[in-house]
Every structure is written in C-alpha cells, then in structure tokens.
C-alpha cells in the first residue's frame, strides 16, 4: 500500500429533509447574497425552488437566479454566469441539480476571481488558487461531484471537454436527500449507474498498485449499484434502494476508493469526453458503451484483476466472462453498447479519435492511447 493524504473537507448532509436547511448552512458560514444555479424549469415546478428559497430567505440571505445549465455543460453557459455573479456581487454558489449543474457552479466559482477567460483554467494557461465558496442539493446521483475537488465542462467551439480540479472546488456542504431523486428518469438511471462504474473502474483496472482493501471497497461499490438499480426499476419509490445509490455514488469519486493506489489513469473518461464533446451524448451512456470495448482491449494488461472483477462482481470465471456479463447487464437495463446506439457512424471514428487523442495528452496517457489503440478500441465498439 503507498503512502497517501487523504482530505476531503465536503460536509455531506444526507438524508430527508436535509434540503430545508440549506439556509442555516449558508448563514453559519456568513452568506448574505448567493447566486442559485439550476437546470430545467422543473426544479420550480416540482416545489423545490420554494424550499430552498423560503429557506433562505428566513435567514436573511438574498438569492440570484441562473438557470438553464445542460447536461453536459457548455463553457459558454459558464461565462454568463461568471459575468452575472460578478454583477451582482454573490458570495457563494449554490447548485441544485445533478452533476452537470454543479460542474457548472464549481467552474463559475473558480471564474469569479480569475481575470481571463475561465477556459484557460481547463487549458492549463492558469491556475486555480481561490473560488468562492460553493454548496450543492443534488437531484440526481452520478457524478460524485457533490464531495470531490473536480468539474468537467464542454467548450462548443473547439468540441473539447475538459476538466479542472483544485482544492478551492470542494463544495462546503453538500446535501444528498434520496427523496429528491425520486423523479429521474428512467434513462437517467441507468446511465447514471454506468457512470458510478465507471469511476469505480479506474483505478481498479490500471492502478499498479491496488491494495486487496481498496478493491473490495470497489467491489462493494459495483456490487451495490448493480442491485440497487435493478431494485429501482422495478420500484422507482423505493427509498433505501435510492439511499444507498446516491452514498455509493458519492464514495465512487471522493477519493476514499483510491487511497493507496498507485499508477493509475482514467482512460474511459478521456475516451467519452470525447463523444460527448462532439455529439452531446450523456455522458453514463457513452461510459457504458466505451467501458467493455475497453477491457476487452486491456484486460489481457491485468488479468489477475479483471478475474477478480469476474469472480467477486458477477460470479462467474474468467476475465472474459466477467466483461461479458458486464456488457450483458448494460443491455439488461437498457443504456447502450455500441456506438451505433448512439448514432455514431465508422465515418465518424477518425474524428472521434483525433479528439480522443487530445484528451489522452491531456490525462497523460497518450504513450499509451495512441492513434491505432484509440482507433481499435472506437471500432470495436461499432
């Protein structure tokens, strides 16, 4: 097991109701004016733009609305909110959303203070070295976004998707009420289940060192998401099924599964973001058809581990049977497996890779993911 610091400073308010004292949790630490980020309009019709309002309104904090963030958020989008908060002076940044909402409140943030272009924090031109502070509700379970330092945003005119992380962007406290979550669709669920896997996967597969005790706690991972979401198909009100999704969610990506890992990367990732960037796919659906073209490629790379993943996930023998038996419950819940069920054509692939191919410079893996790897690994996807 390497040596590691662990530090996650998030404060996670989990639980029912936890949503009506966002106020108190703003109040504590001094907000007197935050900036409201948000999705769709449904956040208001549904009721919960009241709650949070009344709630902040009975501390005496002023509230500033910005809304219509997308999934798969646009740098553009960004910008307008980096010149609103600035207009009017906000403090904090509170998300009420999924991850692409938050994404958008941790990079709005970060903006604040930064004199250029916020895009040159995703291009390494600049640093972050202070954000306003930022607090989350979230409505969807995915991303992990609501306790780790990282958001990921899409830059519609160069077709990039790329990713900043600093310390600054720990949201304060972030609330997770299983309730909230009731209403996501369908589609939404299963993608999002892809994706928790996918962040479990990471590390678990390319780590050069992962600890037996880091594994299972990955396993315990995986093994909960695939239960829980088939519980959650069968009964969508189902509120422990729902509990213990969005904490295996949260514990997939706020470092706790990598401690003590070594060498690892986050091919998957860099491979998606590229789907995304070029034709606004959600993101879990795009992880769920690149993921077992990729371990089909890797998995002679680690075979110990991929029948380990085979054995303890879904019981079966070999590193083959354990990928397919993935595959299988992808199809079996219904987020795709194949580019084609995305709409992505084999005309498409070198544009696809060339982007690709960027992104695995960018995460520092293109020694590896070269050209014909990313080429083999898109076509086997078809």
């Known amino acids: ?47 919960l733009f009241d709650t949070v309002s009344n709630s902040l309104t009975e501390k005496g904090i002023e509230l500033v609305e910005f809304g219509g963030i997308v999934s798969n958020p646009l740098i553009s989008k960004v910008r307008d909110g980096i010149a609103s908060a600035r207009a009017n002076k906000v403090e904090a940044i509170l998300a009420v959303g999924g991850g692409s909402v938050l994404d958008s409140a941790k990079t709005i943030a970060a903006g604040v203070s930064y004199e250029g272009d916020v895009w040159d924090l995703f291009t390494g031109k600049a640093g972050i070295t202070s954000a306003l502070p930022i607090f989350s509700i979230m ?19 160069s077709k990039e998707k790329l990713f900043i992380g600093a310390p600054a962007l720990y949201p304060k406290v972030s609330i997770v009420n299983p ?19 996918a962040h479990s996967i990471e590390a678990y597969f390319t780590a050069t060192v992962h600890p037996k005790l880091q594994s299972r706690l990955v396993e315990s991972v995986i093994n909960t998401v695939i239960e829980t979401t088939e519980t959650l198909l069968d009964d969508p009100s189902d509120y422990n099924a729902r509990a213990q999704f969005a904490w295996a969610a949260t514990l997939a ?74 595959e299988t419950w992808f199809n079996k819940i219904g987020t795709p497996t194949r580019l084609s069920q995305l709409g992505i054509k084999e005309a498409d692939l ?33």
């Open 179 to 197: 309730e909230l979550m009731r209403g996501v669709p369908r589609d939404y669920l299963v993608y999002s289940a892809a994706d928790v896997i």
């Open 350 to 382: 070198p544009a696809i890779v060339e982007n690709a191919y960027i992104n695995a410079r960018t995460f520092g893996i293109a020694d590896t993911y070269n050209l014909d790897v990313l080429s083999t690994i898109l076509g086997s996807a078809l």
């Open 139 to 157: 409505t969807l379970a995915a991303t992990g976004s609501e306790m780790n330092l990282f958001a990921v945003v899409t830059n519609e005119d």
């Open 253 to 326: 990506l706020n470092g706790l599964t990598i401690a003590g890992c070594a060498g690892f990367s986050y091919p998957n990732h860099a491979i998606e973001h590229s789907l995304s960037a070029l034709f606004n796919v959600p993101h879990g659906a795009g992880l769920s058809v690149i993921m077992p073209a990729w371990m089909k490629w890797y998995q002679s790379r680690n075979p110990a581990q991929f029948k380990r993943f085979a054995d303890s996930v879904f019981g079966v023998a070999t590193p083959e049977q354990g990928i397919s038996a993935l």
């Open 1 to 47: 097991m390497e040596n590691f610091t662990f530090f996650n400073p998030t404060q996670i308010e989990f639980g029912a109701g936890k949503e009506q004292l966002i106020g108190q949790h703003l109040a504590e630490r001094g907000i007197k004016r935050v900036m409201l980020c948000y999705g769709s309009e449904r956040f208001k019709r549904e009721g």
